[in-house]
T-cell receptor
Framework: DAGVIQSPRHEVTEMGQEVTLRCKPI?????LFWYRQTMMRGLELLIY????????DSGMPEDRFSAKMPNASFSTLKIQPSEPRDSAVYFC??????????????FGSGTQLSVL | AQSVAQPEDQVNVAEGNPLTVKCTYS??????LFWYVQYPNRGLQFLLK??????LVKGSYGFEAEFNKSQTSFHLKKPSALVSDSALYFC??????????????FGSGTRLSIRP
């Protein structure tokens, strides 16, 4: 398996523009998580899905942020409009609940977002 | 709500010496505890976990961690540090007391620096 795949790897955009980050989880995984990493706030959980359904979006900072998971193999995180303070590394991670005691999260390589 | 604290932003150790990276947690139910490592420009990688059983758990790359329920701690340890261990280390917790609570929360991270 190729692992969790995120695109793009880097994104540079101007304030006010719409940004869409993409994630393909590992096949067969039924949980998908979006995290944001910054120097100031560390690794924050934004939202997670189970079987394509959003379970907890309490970490989404503002209404400018939205996430979807239209099917088991694809998720998007959208920021509209983007602001400079959204600059961060955004990680997607997935896991399979059937792992039972394993509980291991598999992370993508992240998207480095810079909003100018 | 669950939380996890890593009190040290950075830990510096000489190669060959033992290392400890500290972590304390707070959950309502039974804690599921994890350590992940992040190398530059990479996603997080799973190191080890504690779910139940022996309080001393062993993981990848010679790392181990000790679960201490009375102190609500889960410190990461290695008997002899290598320069290649230099990276960012994250402690994480999930509340195992609720079947639907799959939220996994990460600490702020500790940068481990091993000098030759």
């Amino acid at each position: 398996d190729a692992g969790v795949i995120q695109s793009p790897r880097h994104e540079v955009t101007e304030m006010g523009q719409e940004v869409t980050l993409r994630c393909k989880p590992i096949s067969g995984h039924d949980y998908l998580f979006w995290y944001r990493q910054t120097m100031m706030r560390g690794l924050e959980l934004l939202i997670y899905f189970n079987n394509n359904v959003p379970i907890d979006d309490s970490g989404m900072p503002e209404d400018r942020f939205s996430a979807k998971m239209p099917n088991a193999s694809f998720s998007t995180l959208k920021i509209q409009p983007s602001e400079p303070r959204d600059s961060a590394v955004y990680f997607c991670a997935s896991r399979y609940r059937g792992q039972g005691a394993n509980e291991k999260l598999f992370f993508g390589s992240g998207t480095q977002l810079s909003v100018l | 709500a669950q939380s996890v604290a890593q009190p040290e932003d950075q830990v510096n150790v000489a190669e060959g010496n033992p290392l400890t990276v500290k972590c304390t947690y707070s959950v309502s139910g039974n804690p599921y505890l994890f350590w992940y490592v992040q190398y530059p420009n990479r996603g997080l990688q799973f190191l080890l976990k504690y779910i139940t059983g022996d309080n001393l758990v062993k993981g990848s790359y010679g790392f181990e961690a000790e679960f201490n329920k009375s102190q609500t701690s889960f410190h990461l340890k290695k008997p002899s540090a290598l320069v290649s261990d230099s990276a960012l280390y994250f402690c994480a917790v999930r509340d195992g007391g609720y079947s639907s609570a799959s939220k996994i929360i990460f600490g702020s991270g500790t940068r481990l620096s091993i000098r030759p």
